[in-house]
C-alpha cells in the first residue's frame, strides 16, 4: 500500500480536560509516517496550550475563535501529504490513522471518515450519549448509527488529502458548526465522501440538557446555513425535527404532541431495557436535541442568524 505522510490537526477551544487523553491516543498510532501533530487553539485560558505543547504538538493560533478558521490554518501549515482531522474531547483507536489512510487509497474517495461512539459516566451524561447515539436522537446518518462500508453525504472528522482540501478552498467560516458537512458537499464533488465503520473513535459529549439544547439549536442554525448554500445537500432526515415543529404550532398540535410524546417514551423503554435508569433518562434528552434543532433549523432558513 501507498503510504503518504500525515499531518494530525486537533481544532481546540478550552480543552484542558481532554487534550492530554486525545494526544496519548495519537501518540499511539500504529501508522508510522505521523510527521506531525499541529493543535490549532482559539486562544483558550485555560492549560489547553501549555498541555498540547507538552504532549509533543506543536501549537498553532487561531485568533478568530471558529473551528472552520482553526482547521484552515492546519491545511495551511500542514507538511504531510494528509490530514487527519481529530478533535479536542475525541479519543481515536490505535488503528485510526492507518484505516484512514487505507481507505483513501483504496478507494480513491476525496473523504473518508468513520463512526462516533459517544461515552460518558452514568446519569444525564450517559442519557445523553445513549441518545446521541440512537437513530433517534442525532439522526440514522451511518457515522452516528453504523452500517456497512460505501459512499455517503458526509462523515465525522474526516481524513483527506492535503492538496484536495486546498483545491477546494479549505472549510467555510460562516455556516456555523456545520463546516464539517459543508466541507463534505464540495469533497464529494471532487472524489466522493466514503463511510468505513472500521474507523473508530469515542467522544464526550456535552453534560446538562441545557448544553444538549444549545448545541443542537446551534446544530439547527448551521445546518440550514448549508441547505441555503447547497440545496440538493438537504437529506429527508433532516426534515424530521422542522417537520415536528411546524406540527407543534399548527392546529394538530395536541395530536402531534401526543404521538411524539409516544415514540419518545418507547425509545426510553427500549433504552431502559439495556441501561436501565440511565436509559430513561433518554426520554428528556430527546426533546431537547429534536426541538431547538427544528426551531434553529427553520430561523436558519430566514438567513438572518449571523453563524460564526
Not at 481515536?92 to 487505507?102: A, G, H, L, S
Not at 451524561?125 to 433517534?136: E, F, H
Not at 462523515?155 to 455556516?175: E, F, Q, S, W
Request: glycine share 12%; with cysteine.
Amino acid at each position: 500500500m501507498i503510504e503518504p505522510t500525515v499531518t494530525v490537526v486537533i481544532p481546540t477551544y478550552r480543552e484542558a480536560a481532554h487534550i492530554e487523553q486525545t494526544l496519548s491516543a495519537v501518540r499511539g498510532q500504529t501508522y508510522a509516517k505521523i510527521v506531525e501533530v499541529l493543535v490549532v487553539d482559539g486562544r483558550s485560558d485555560d492549560s489547553t496550550r501549555a498541555l498540547a505543547a507538552a504532549g509533543g504538538a506543536t501549537v498553532l493560533d487561531n485568533p478568530l475563535r471558529v473551528q472552520a478558521a482553526g482547521l484552515n490554518v492546519g491545511i495551511a501549515a500542514a507538511a504531510g501529504e494528509v490530514i487527519v482531522r481529530v478533535d479536542g474531547p475525541c479519543t481515536i483507536e490505535p488503528e485510526y490513522v492507518e484505516r484512514c489512510v487505507e481507505a483513501l487509497v483504496r478507494t480513491g474517495a476525496a473523504l473518508v471518515g468513520g463512526a462516533m461512539s459517544p461515552v460518558a459516566e452514568r446519569g444525564m451524561p450517559a442519557a445523553i450519549a445513549l441518545a446521541m447515539a440512537s437513530p433517534l436522537g442525532a439522526g440514522p446518518a451511518r457515522f452516528h448509527s453504523g452500517g456497512a462500508p460505501g459512499w455517503v453525504d458526509t462523515v465525522y472528522l474526516g481524513a483527506y488529502r492535503t492538496a484536495d482540501a486546498g483545491a477546494v478552498g479549505g472549510y467555510a467560516i460562516d455556516v456555523g458548526v456545520n463546516e464539517d458537512a459543508e466541507f463534505a458537499v464540495r469533497m464529494a464533488k471532487r472524489g466522493g465522501v466514503w463511510f468505513d465503520p472500521s474507523i473508530r473513535s469515542t467522544y464526550t459529549p456535552r453534560r446538562s440538557l441545557r448544553a444538549v439544547a444549545t448545541q443542537f439549536g446551534r446544530y439547527g442554525t448551521s445546518r440550514a446555513a448549508t441547505v441555503r448554500r447547497h440545496p440538493s445537500s438537504l437529506a429527508s432526515r433532516q426534515l424530521a425535527a422542522p417537520v415536528l415543529v411546524l406540527g407543534l404550532c399548527s392546529p394538530w398540535r395536541r395530536r402531534v404532541l401526543g404521538a411524539y410524546l409516544a415514540v419518545v417514551a418507547a425509545e426510553a423503554v427500549r433504552q431502559a431495557a439495556s441501561a436501565g435508569r440511565d436509559g430513561l433518562l433518554v426520554a428528556p434528552v430527546l426533546p431537547a436535541m429534536h426541538v431547538p434543532w427544528g426551531i434553529g433549523f427553520l430561523v436558519g432558513l430566514t438567513g438572518l442568524v449571523d453563524r460564526r
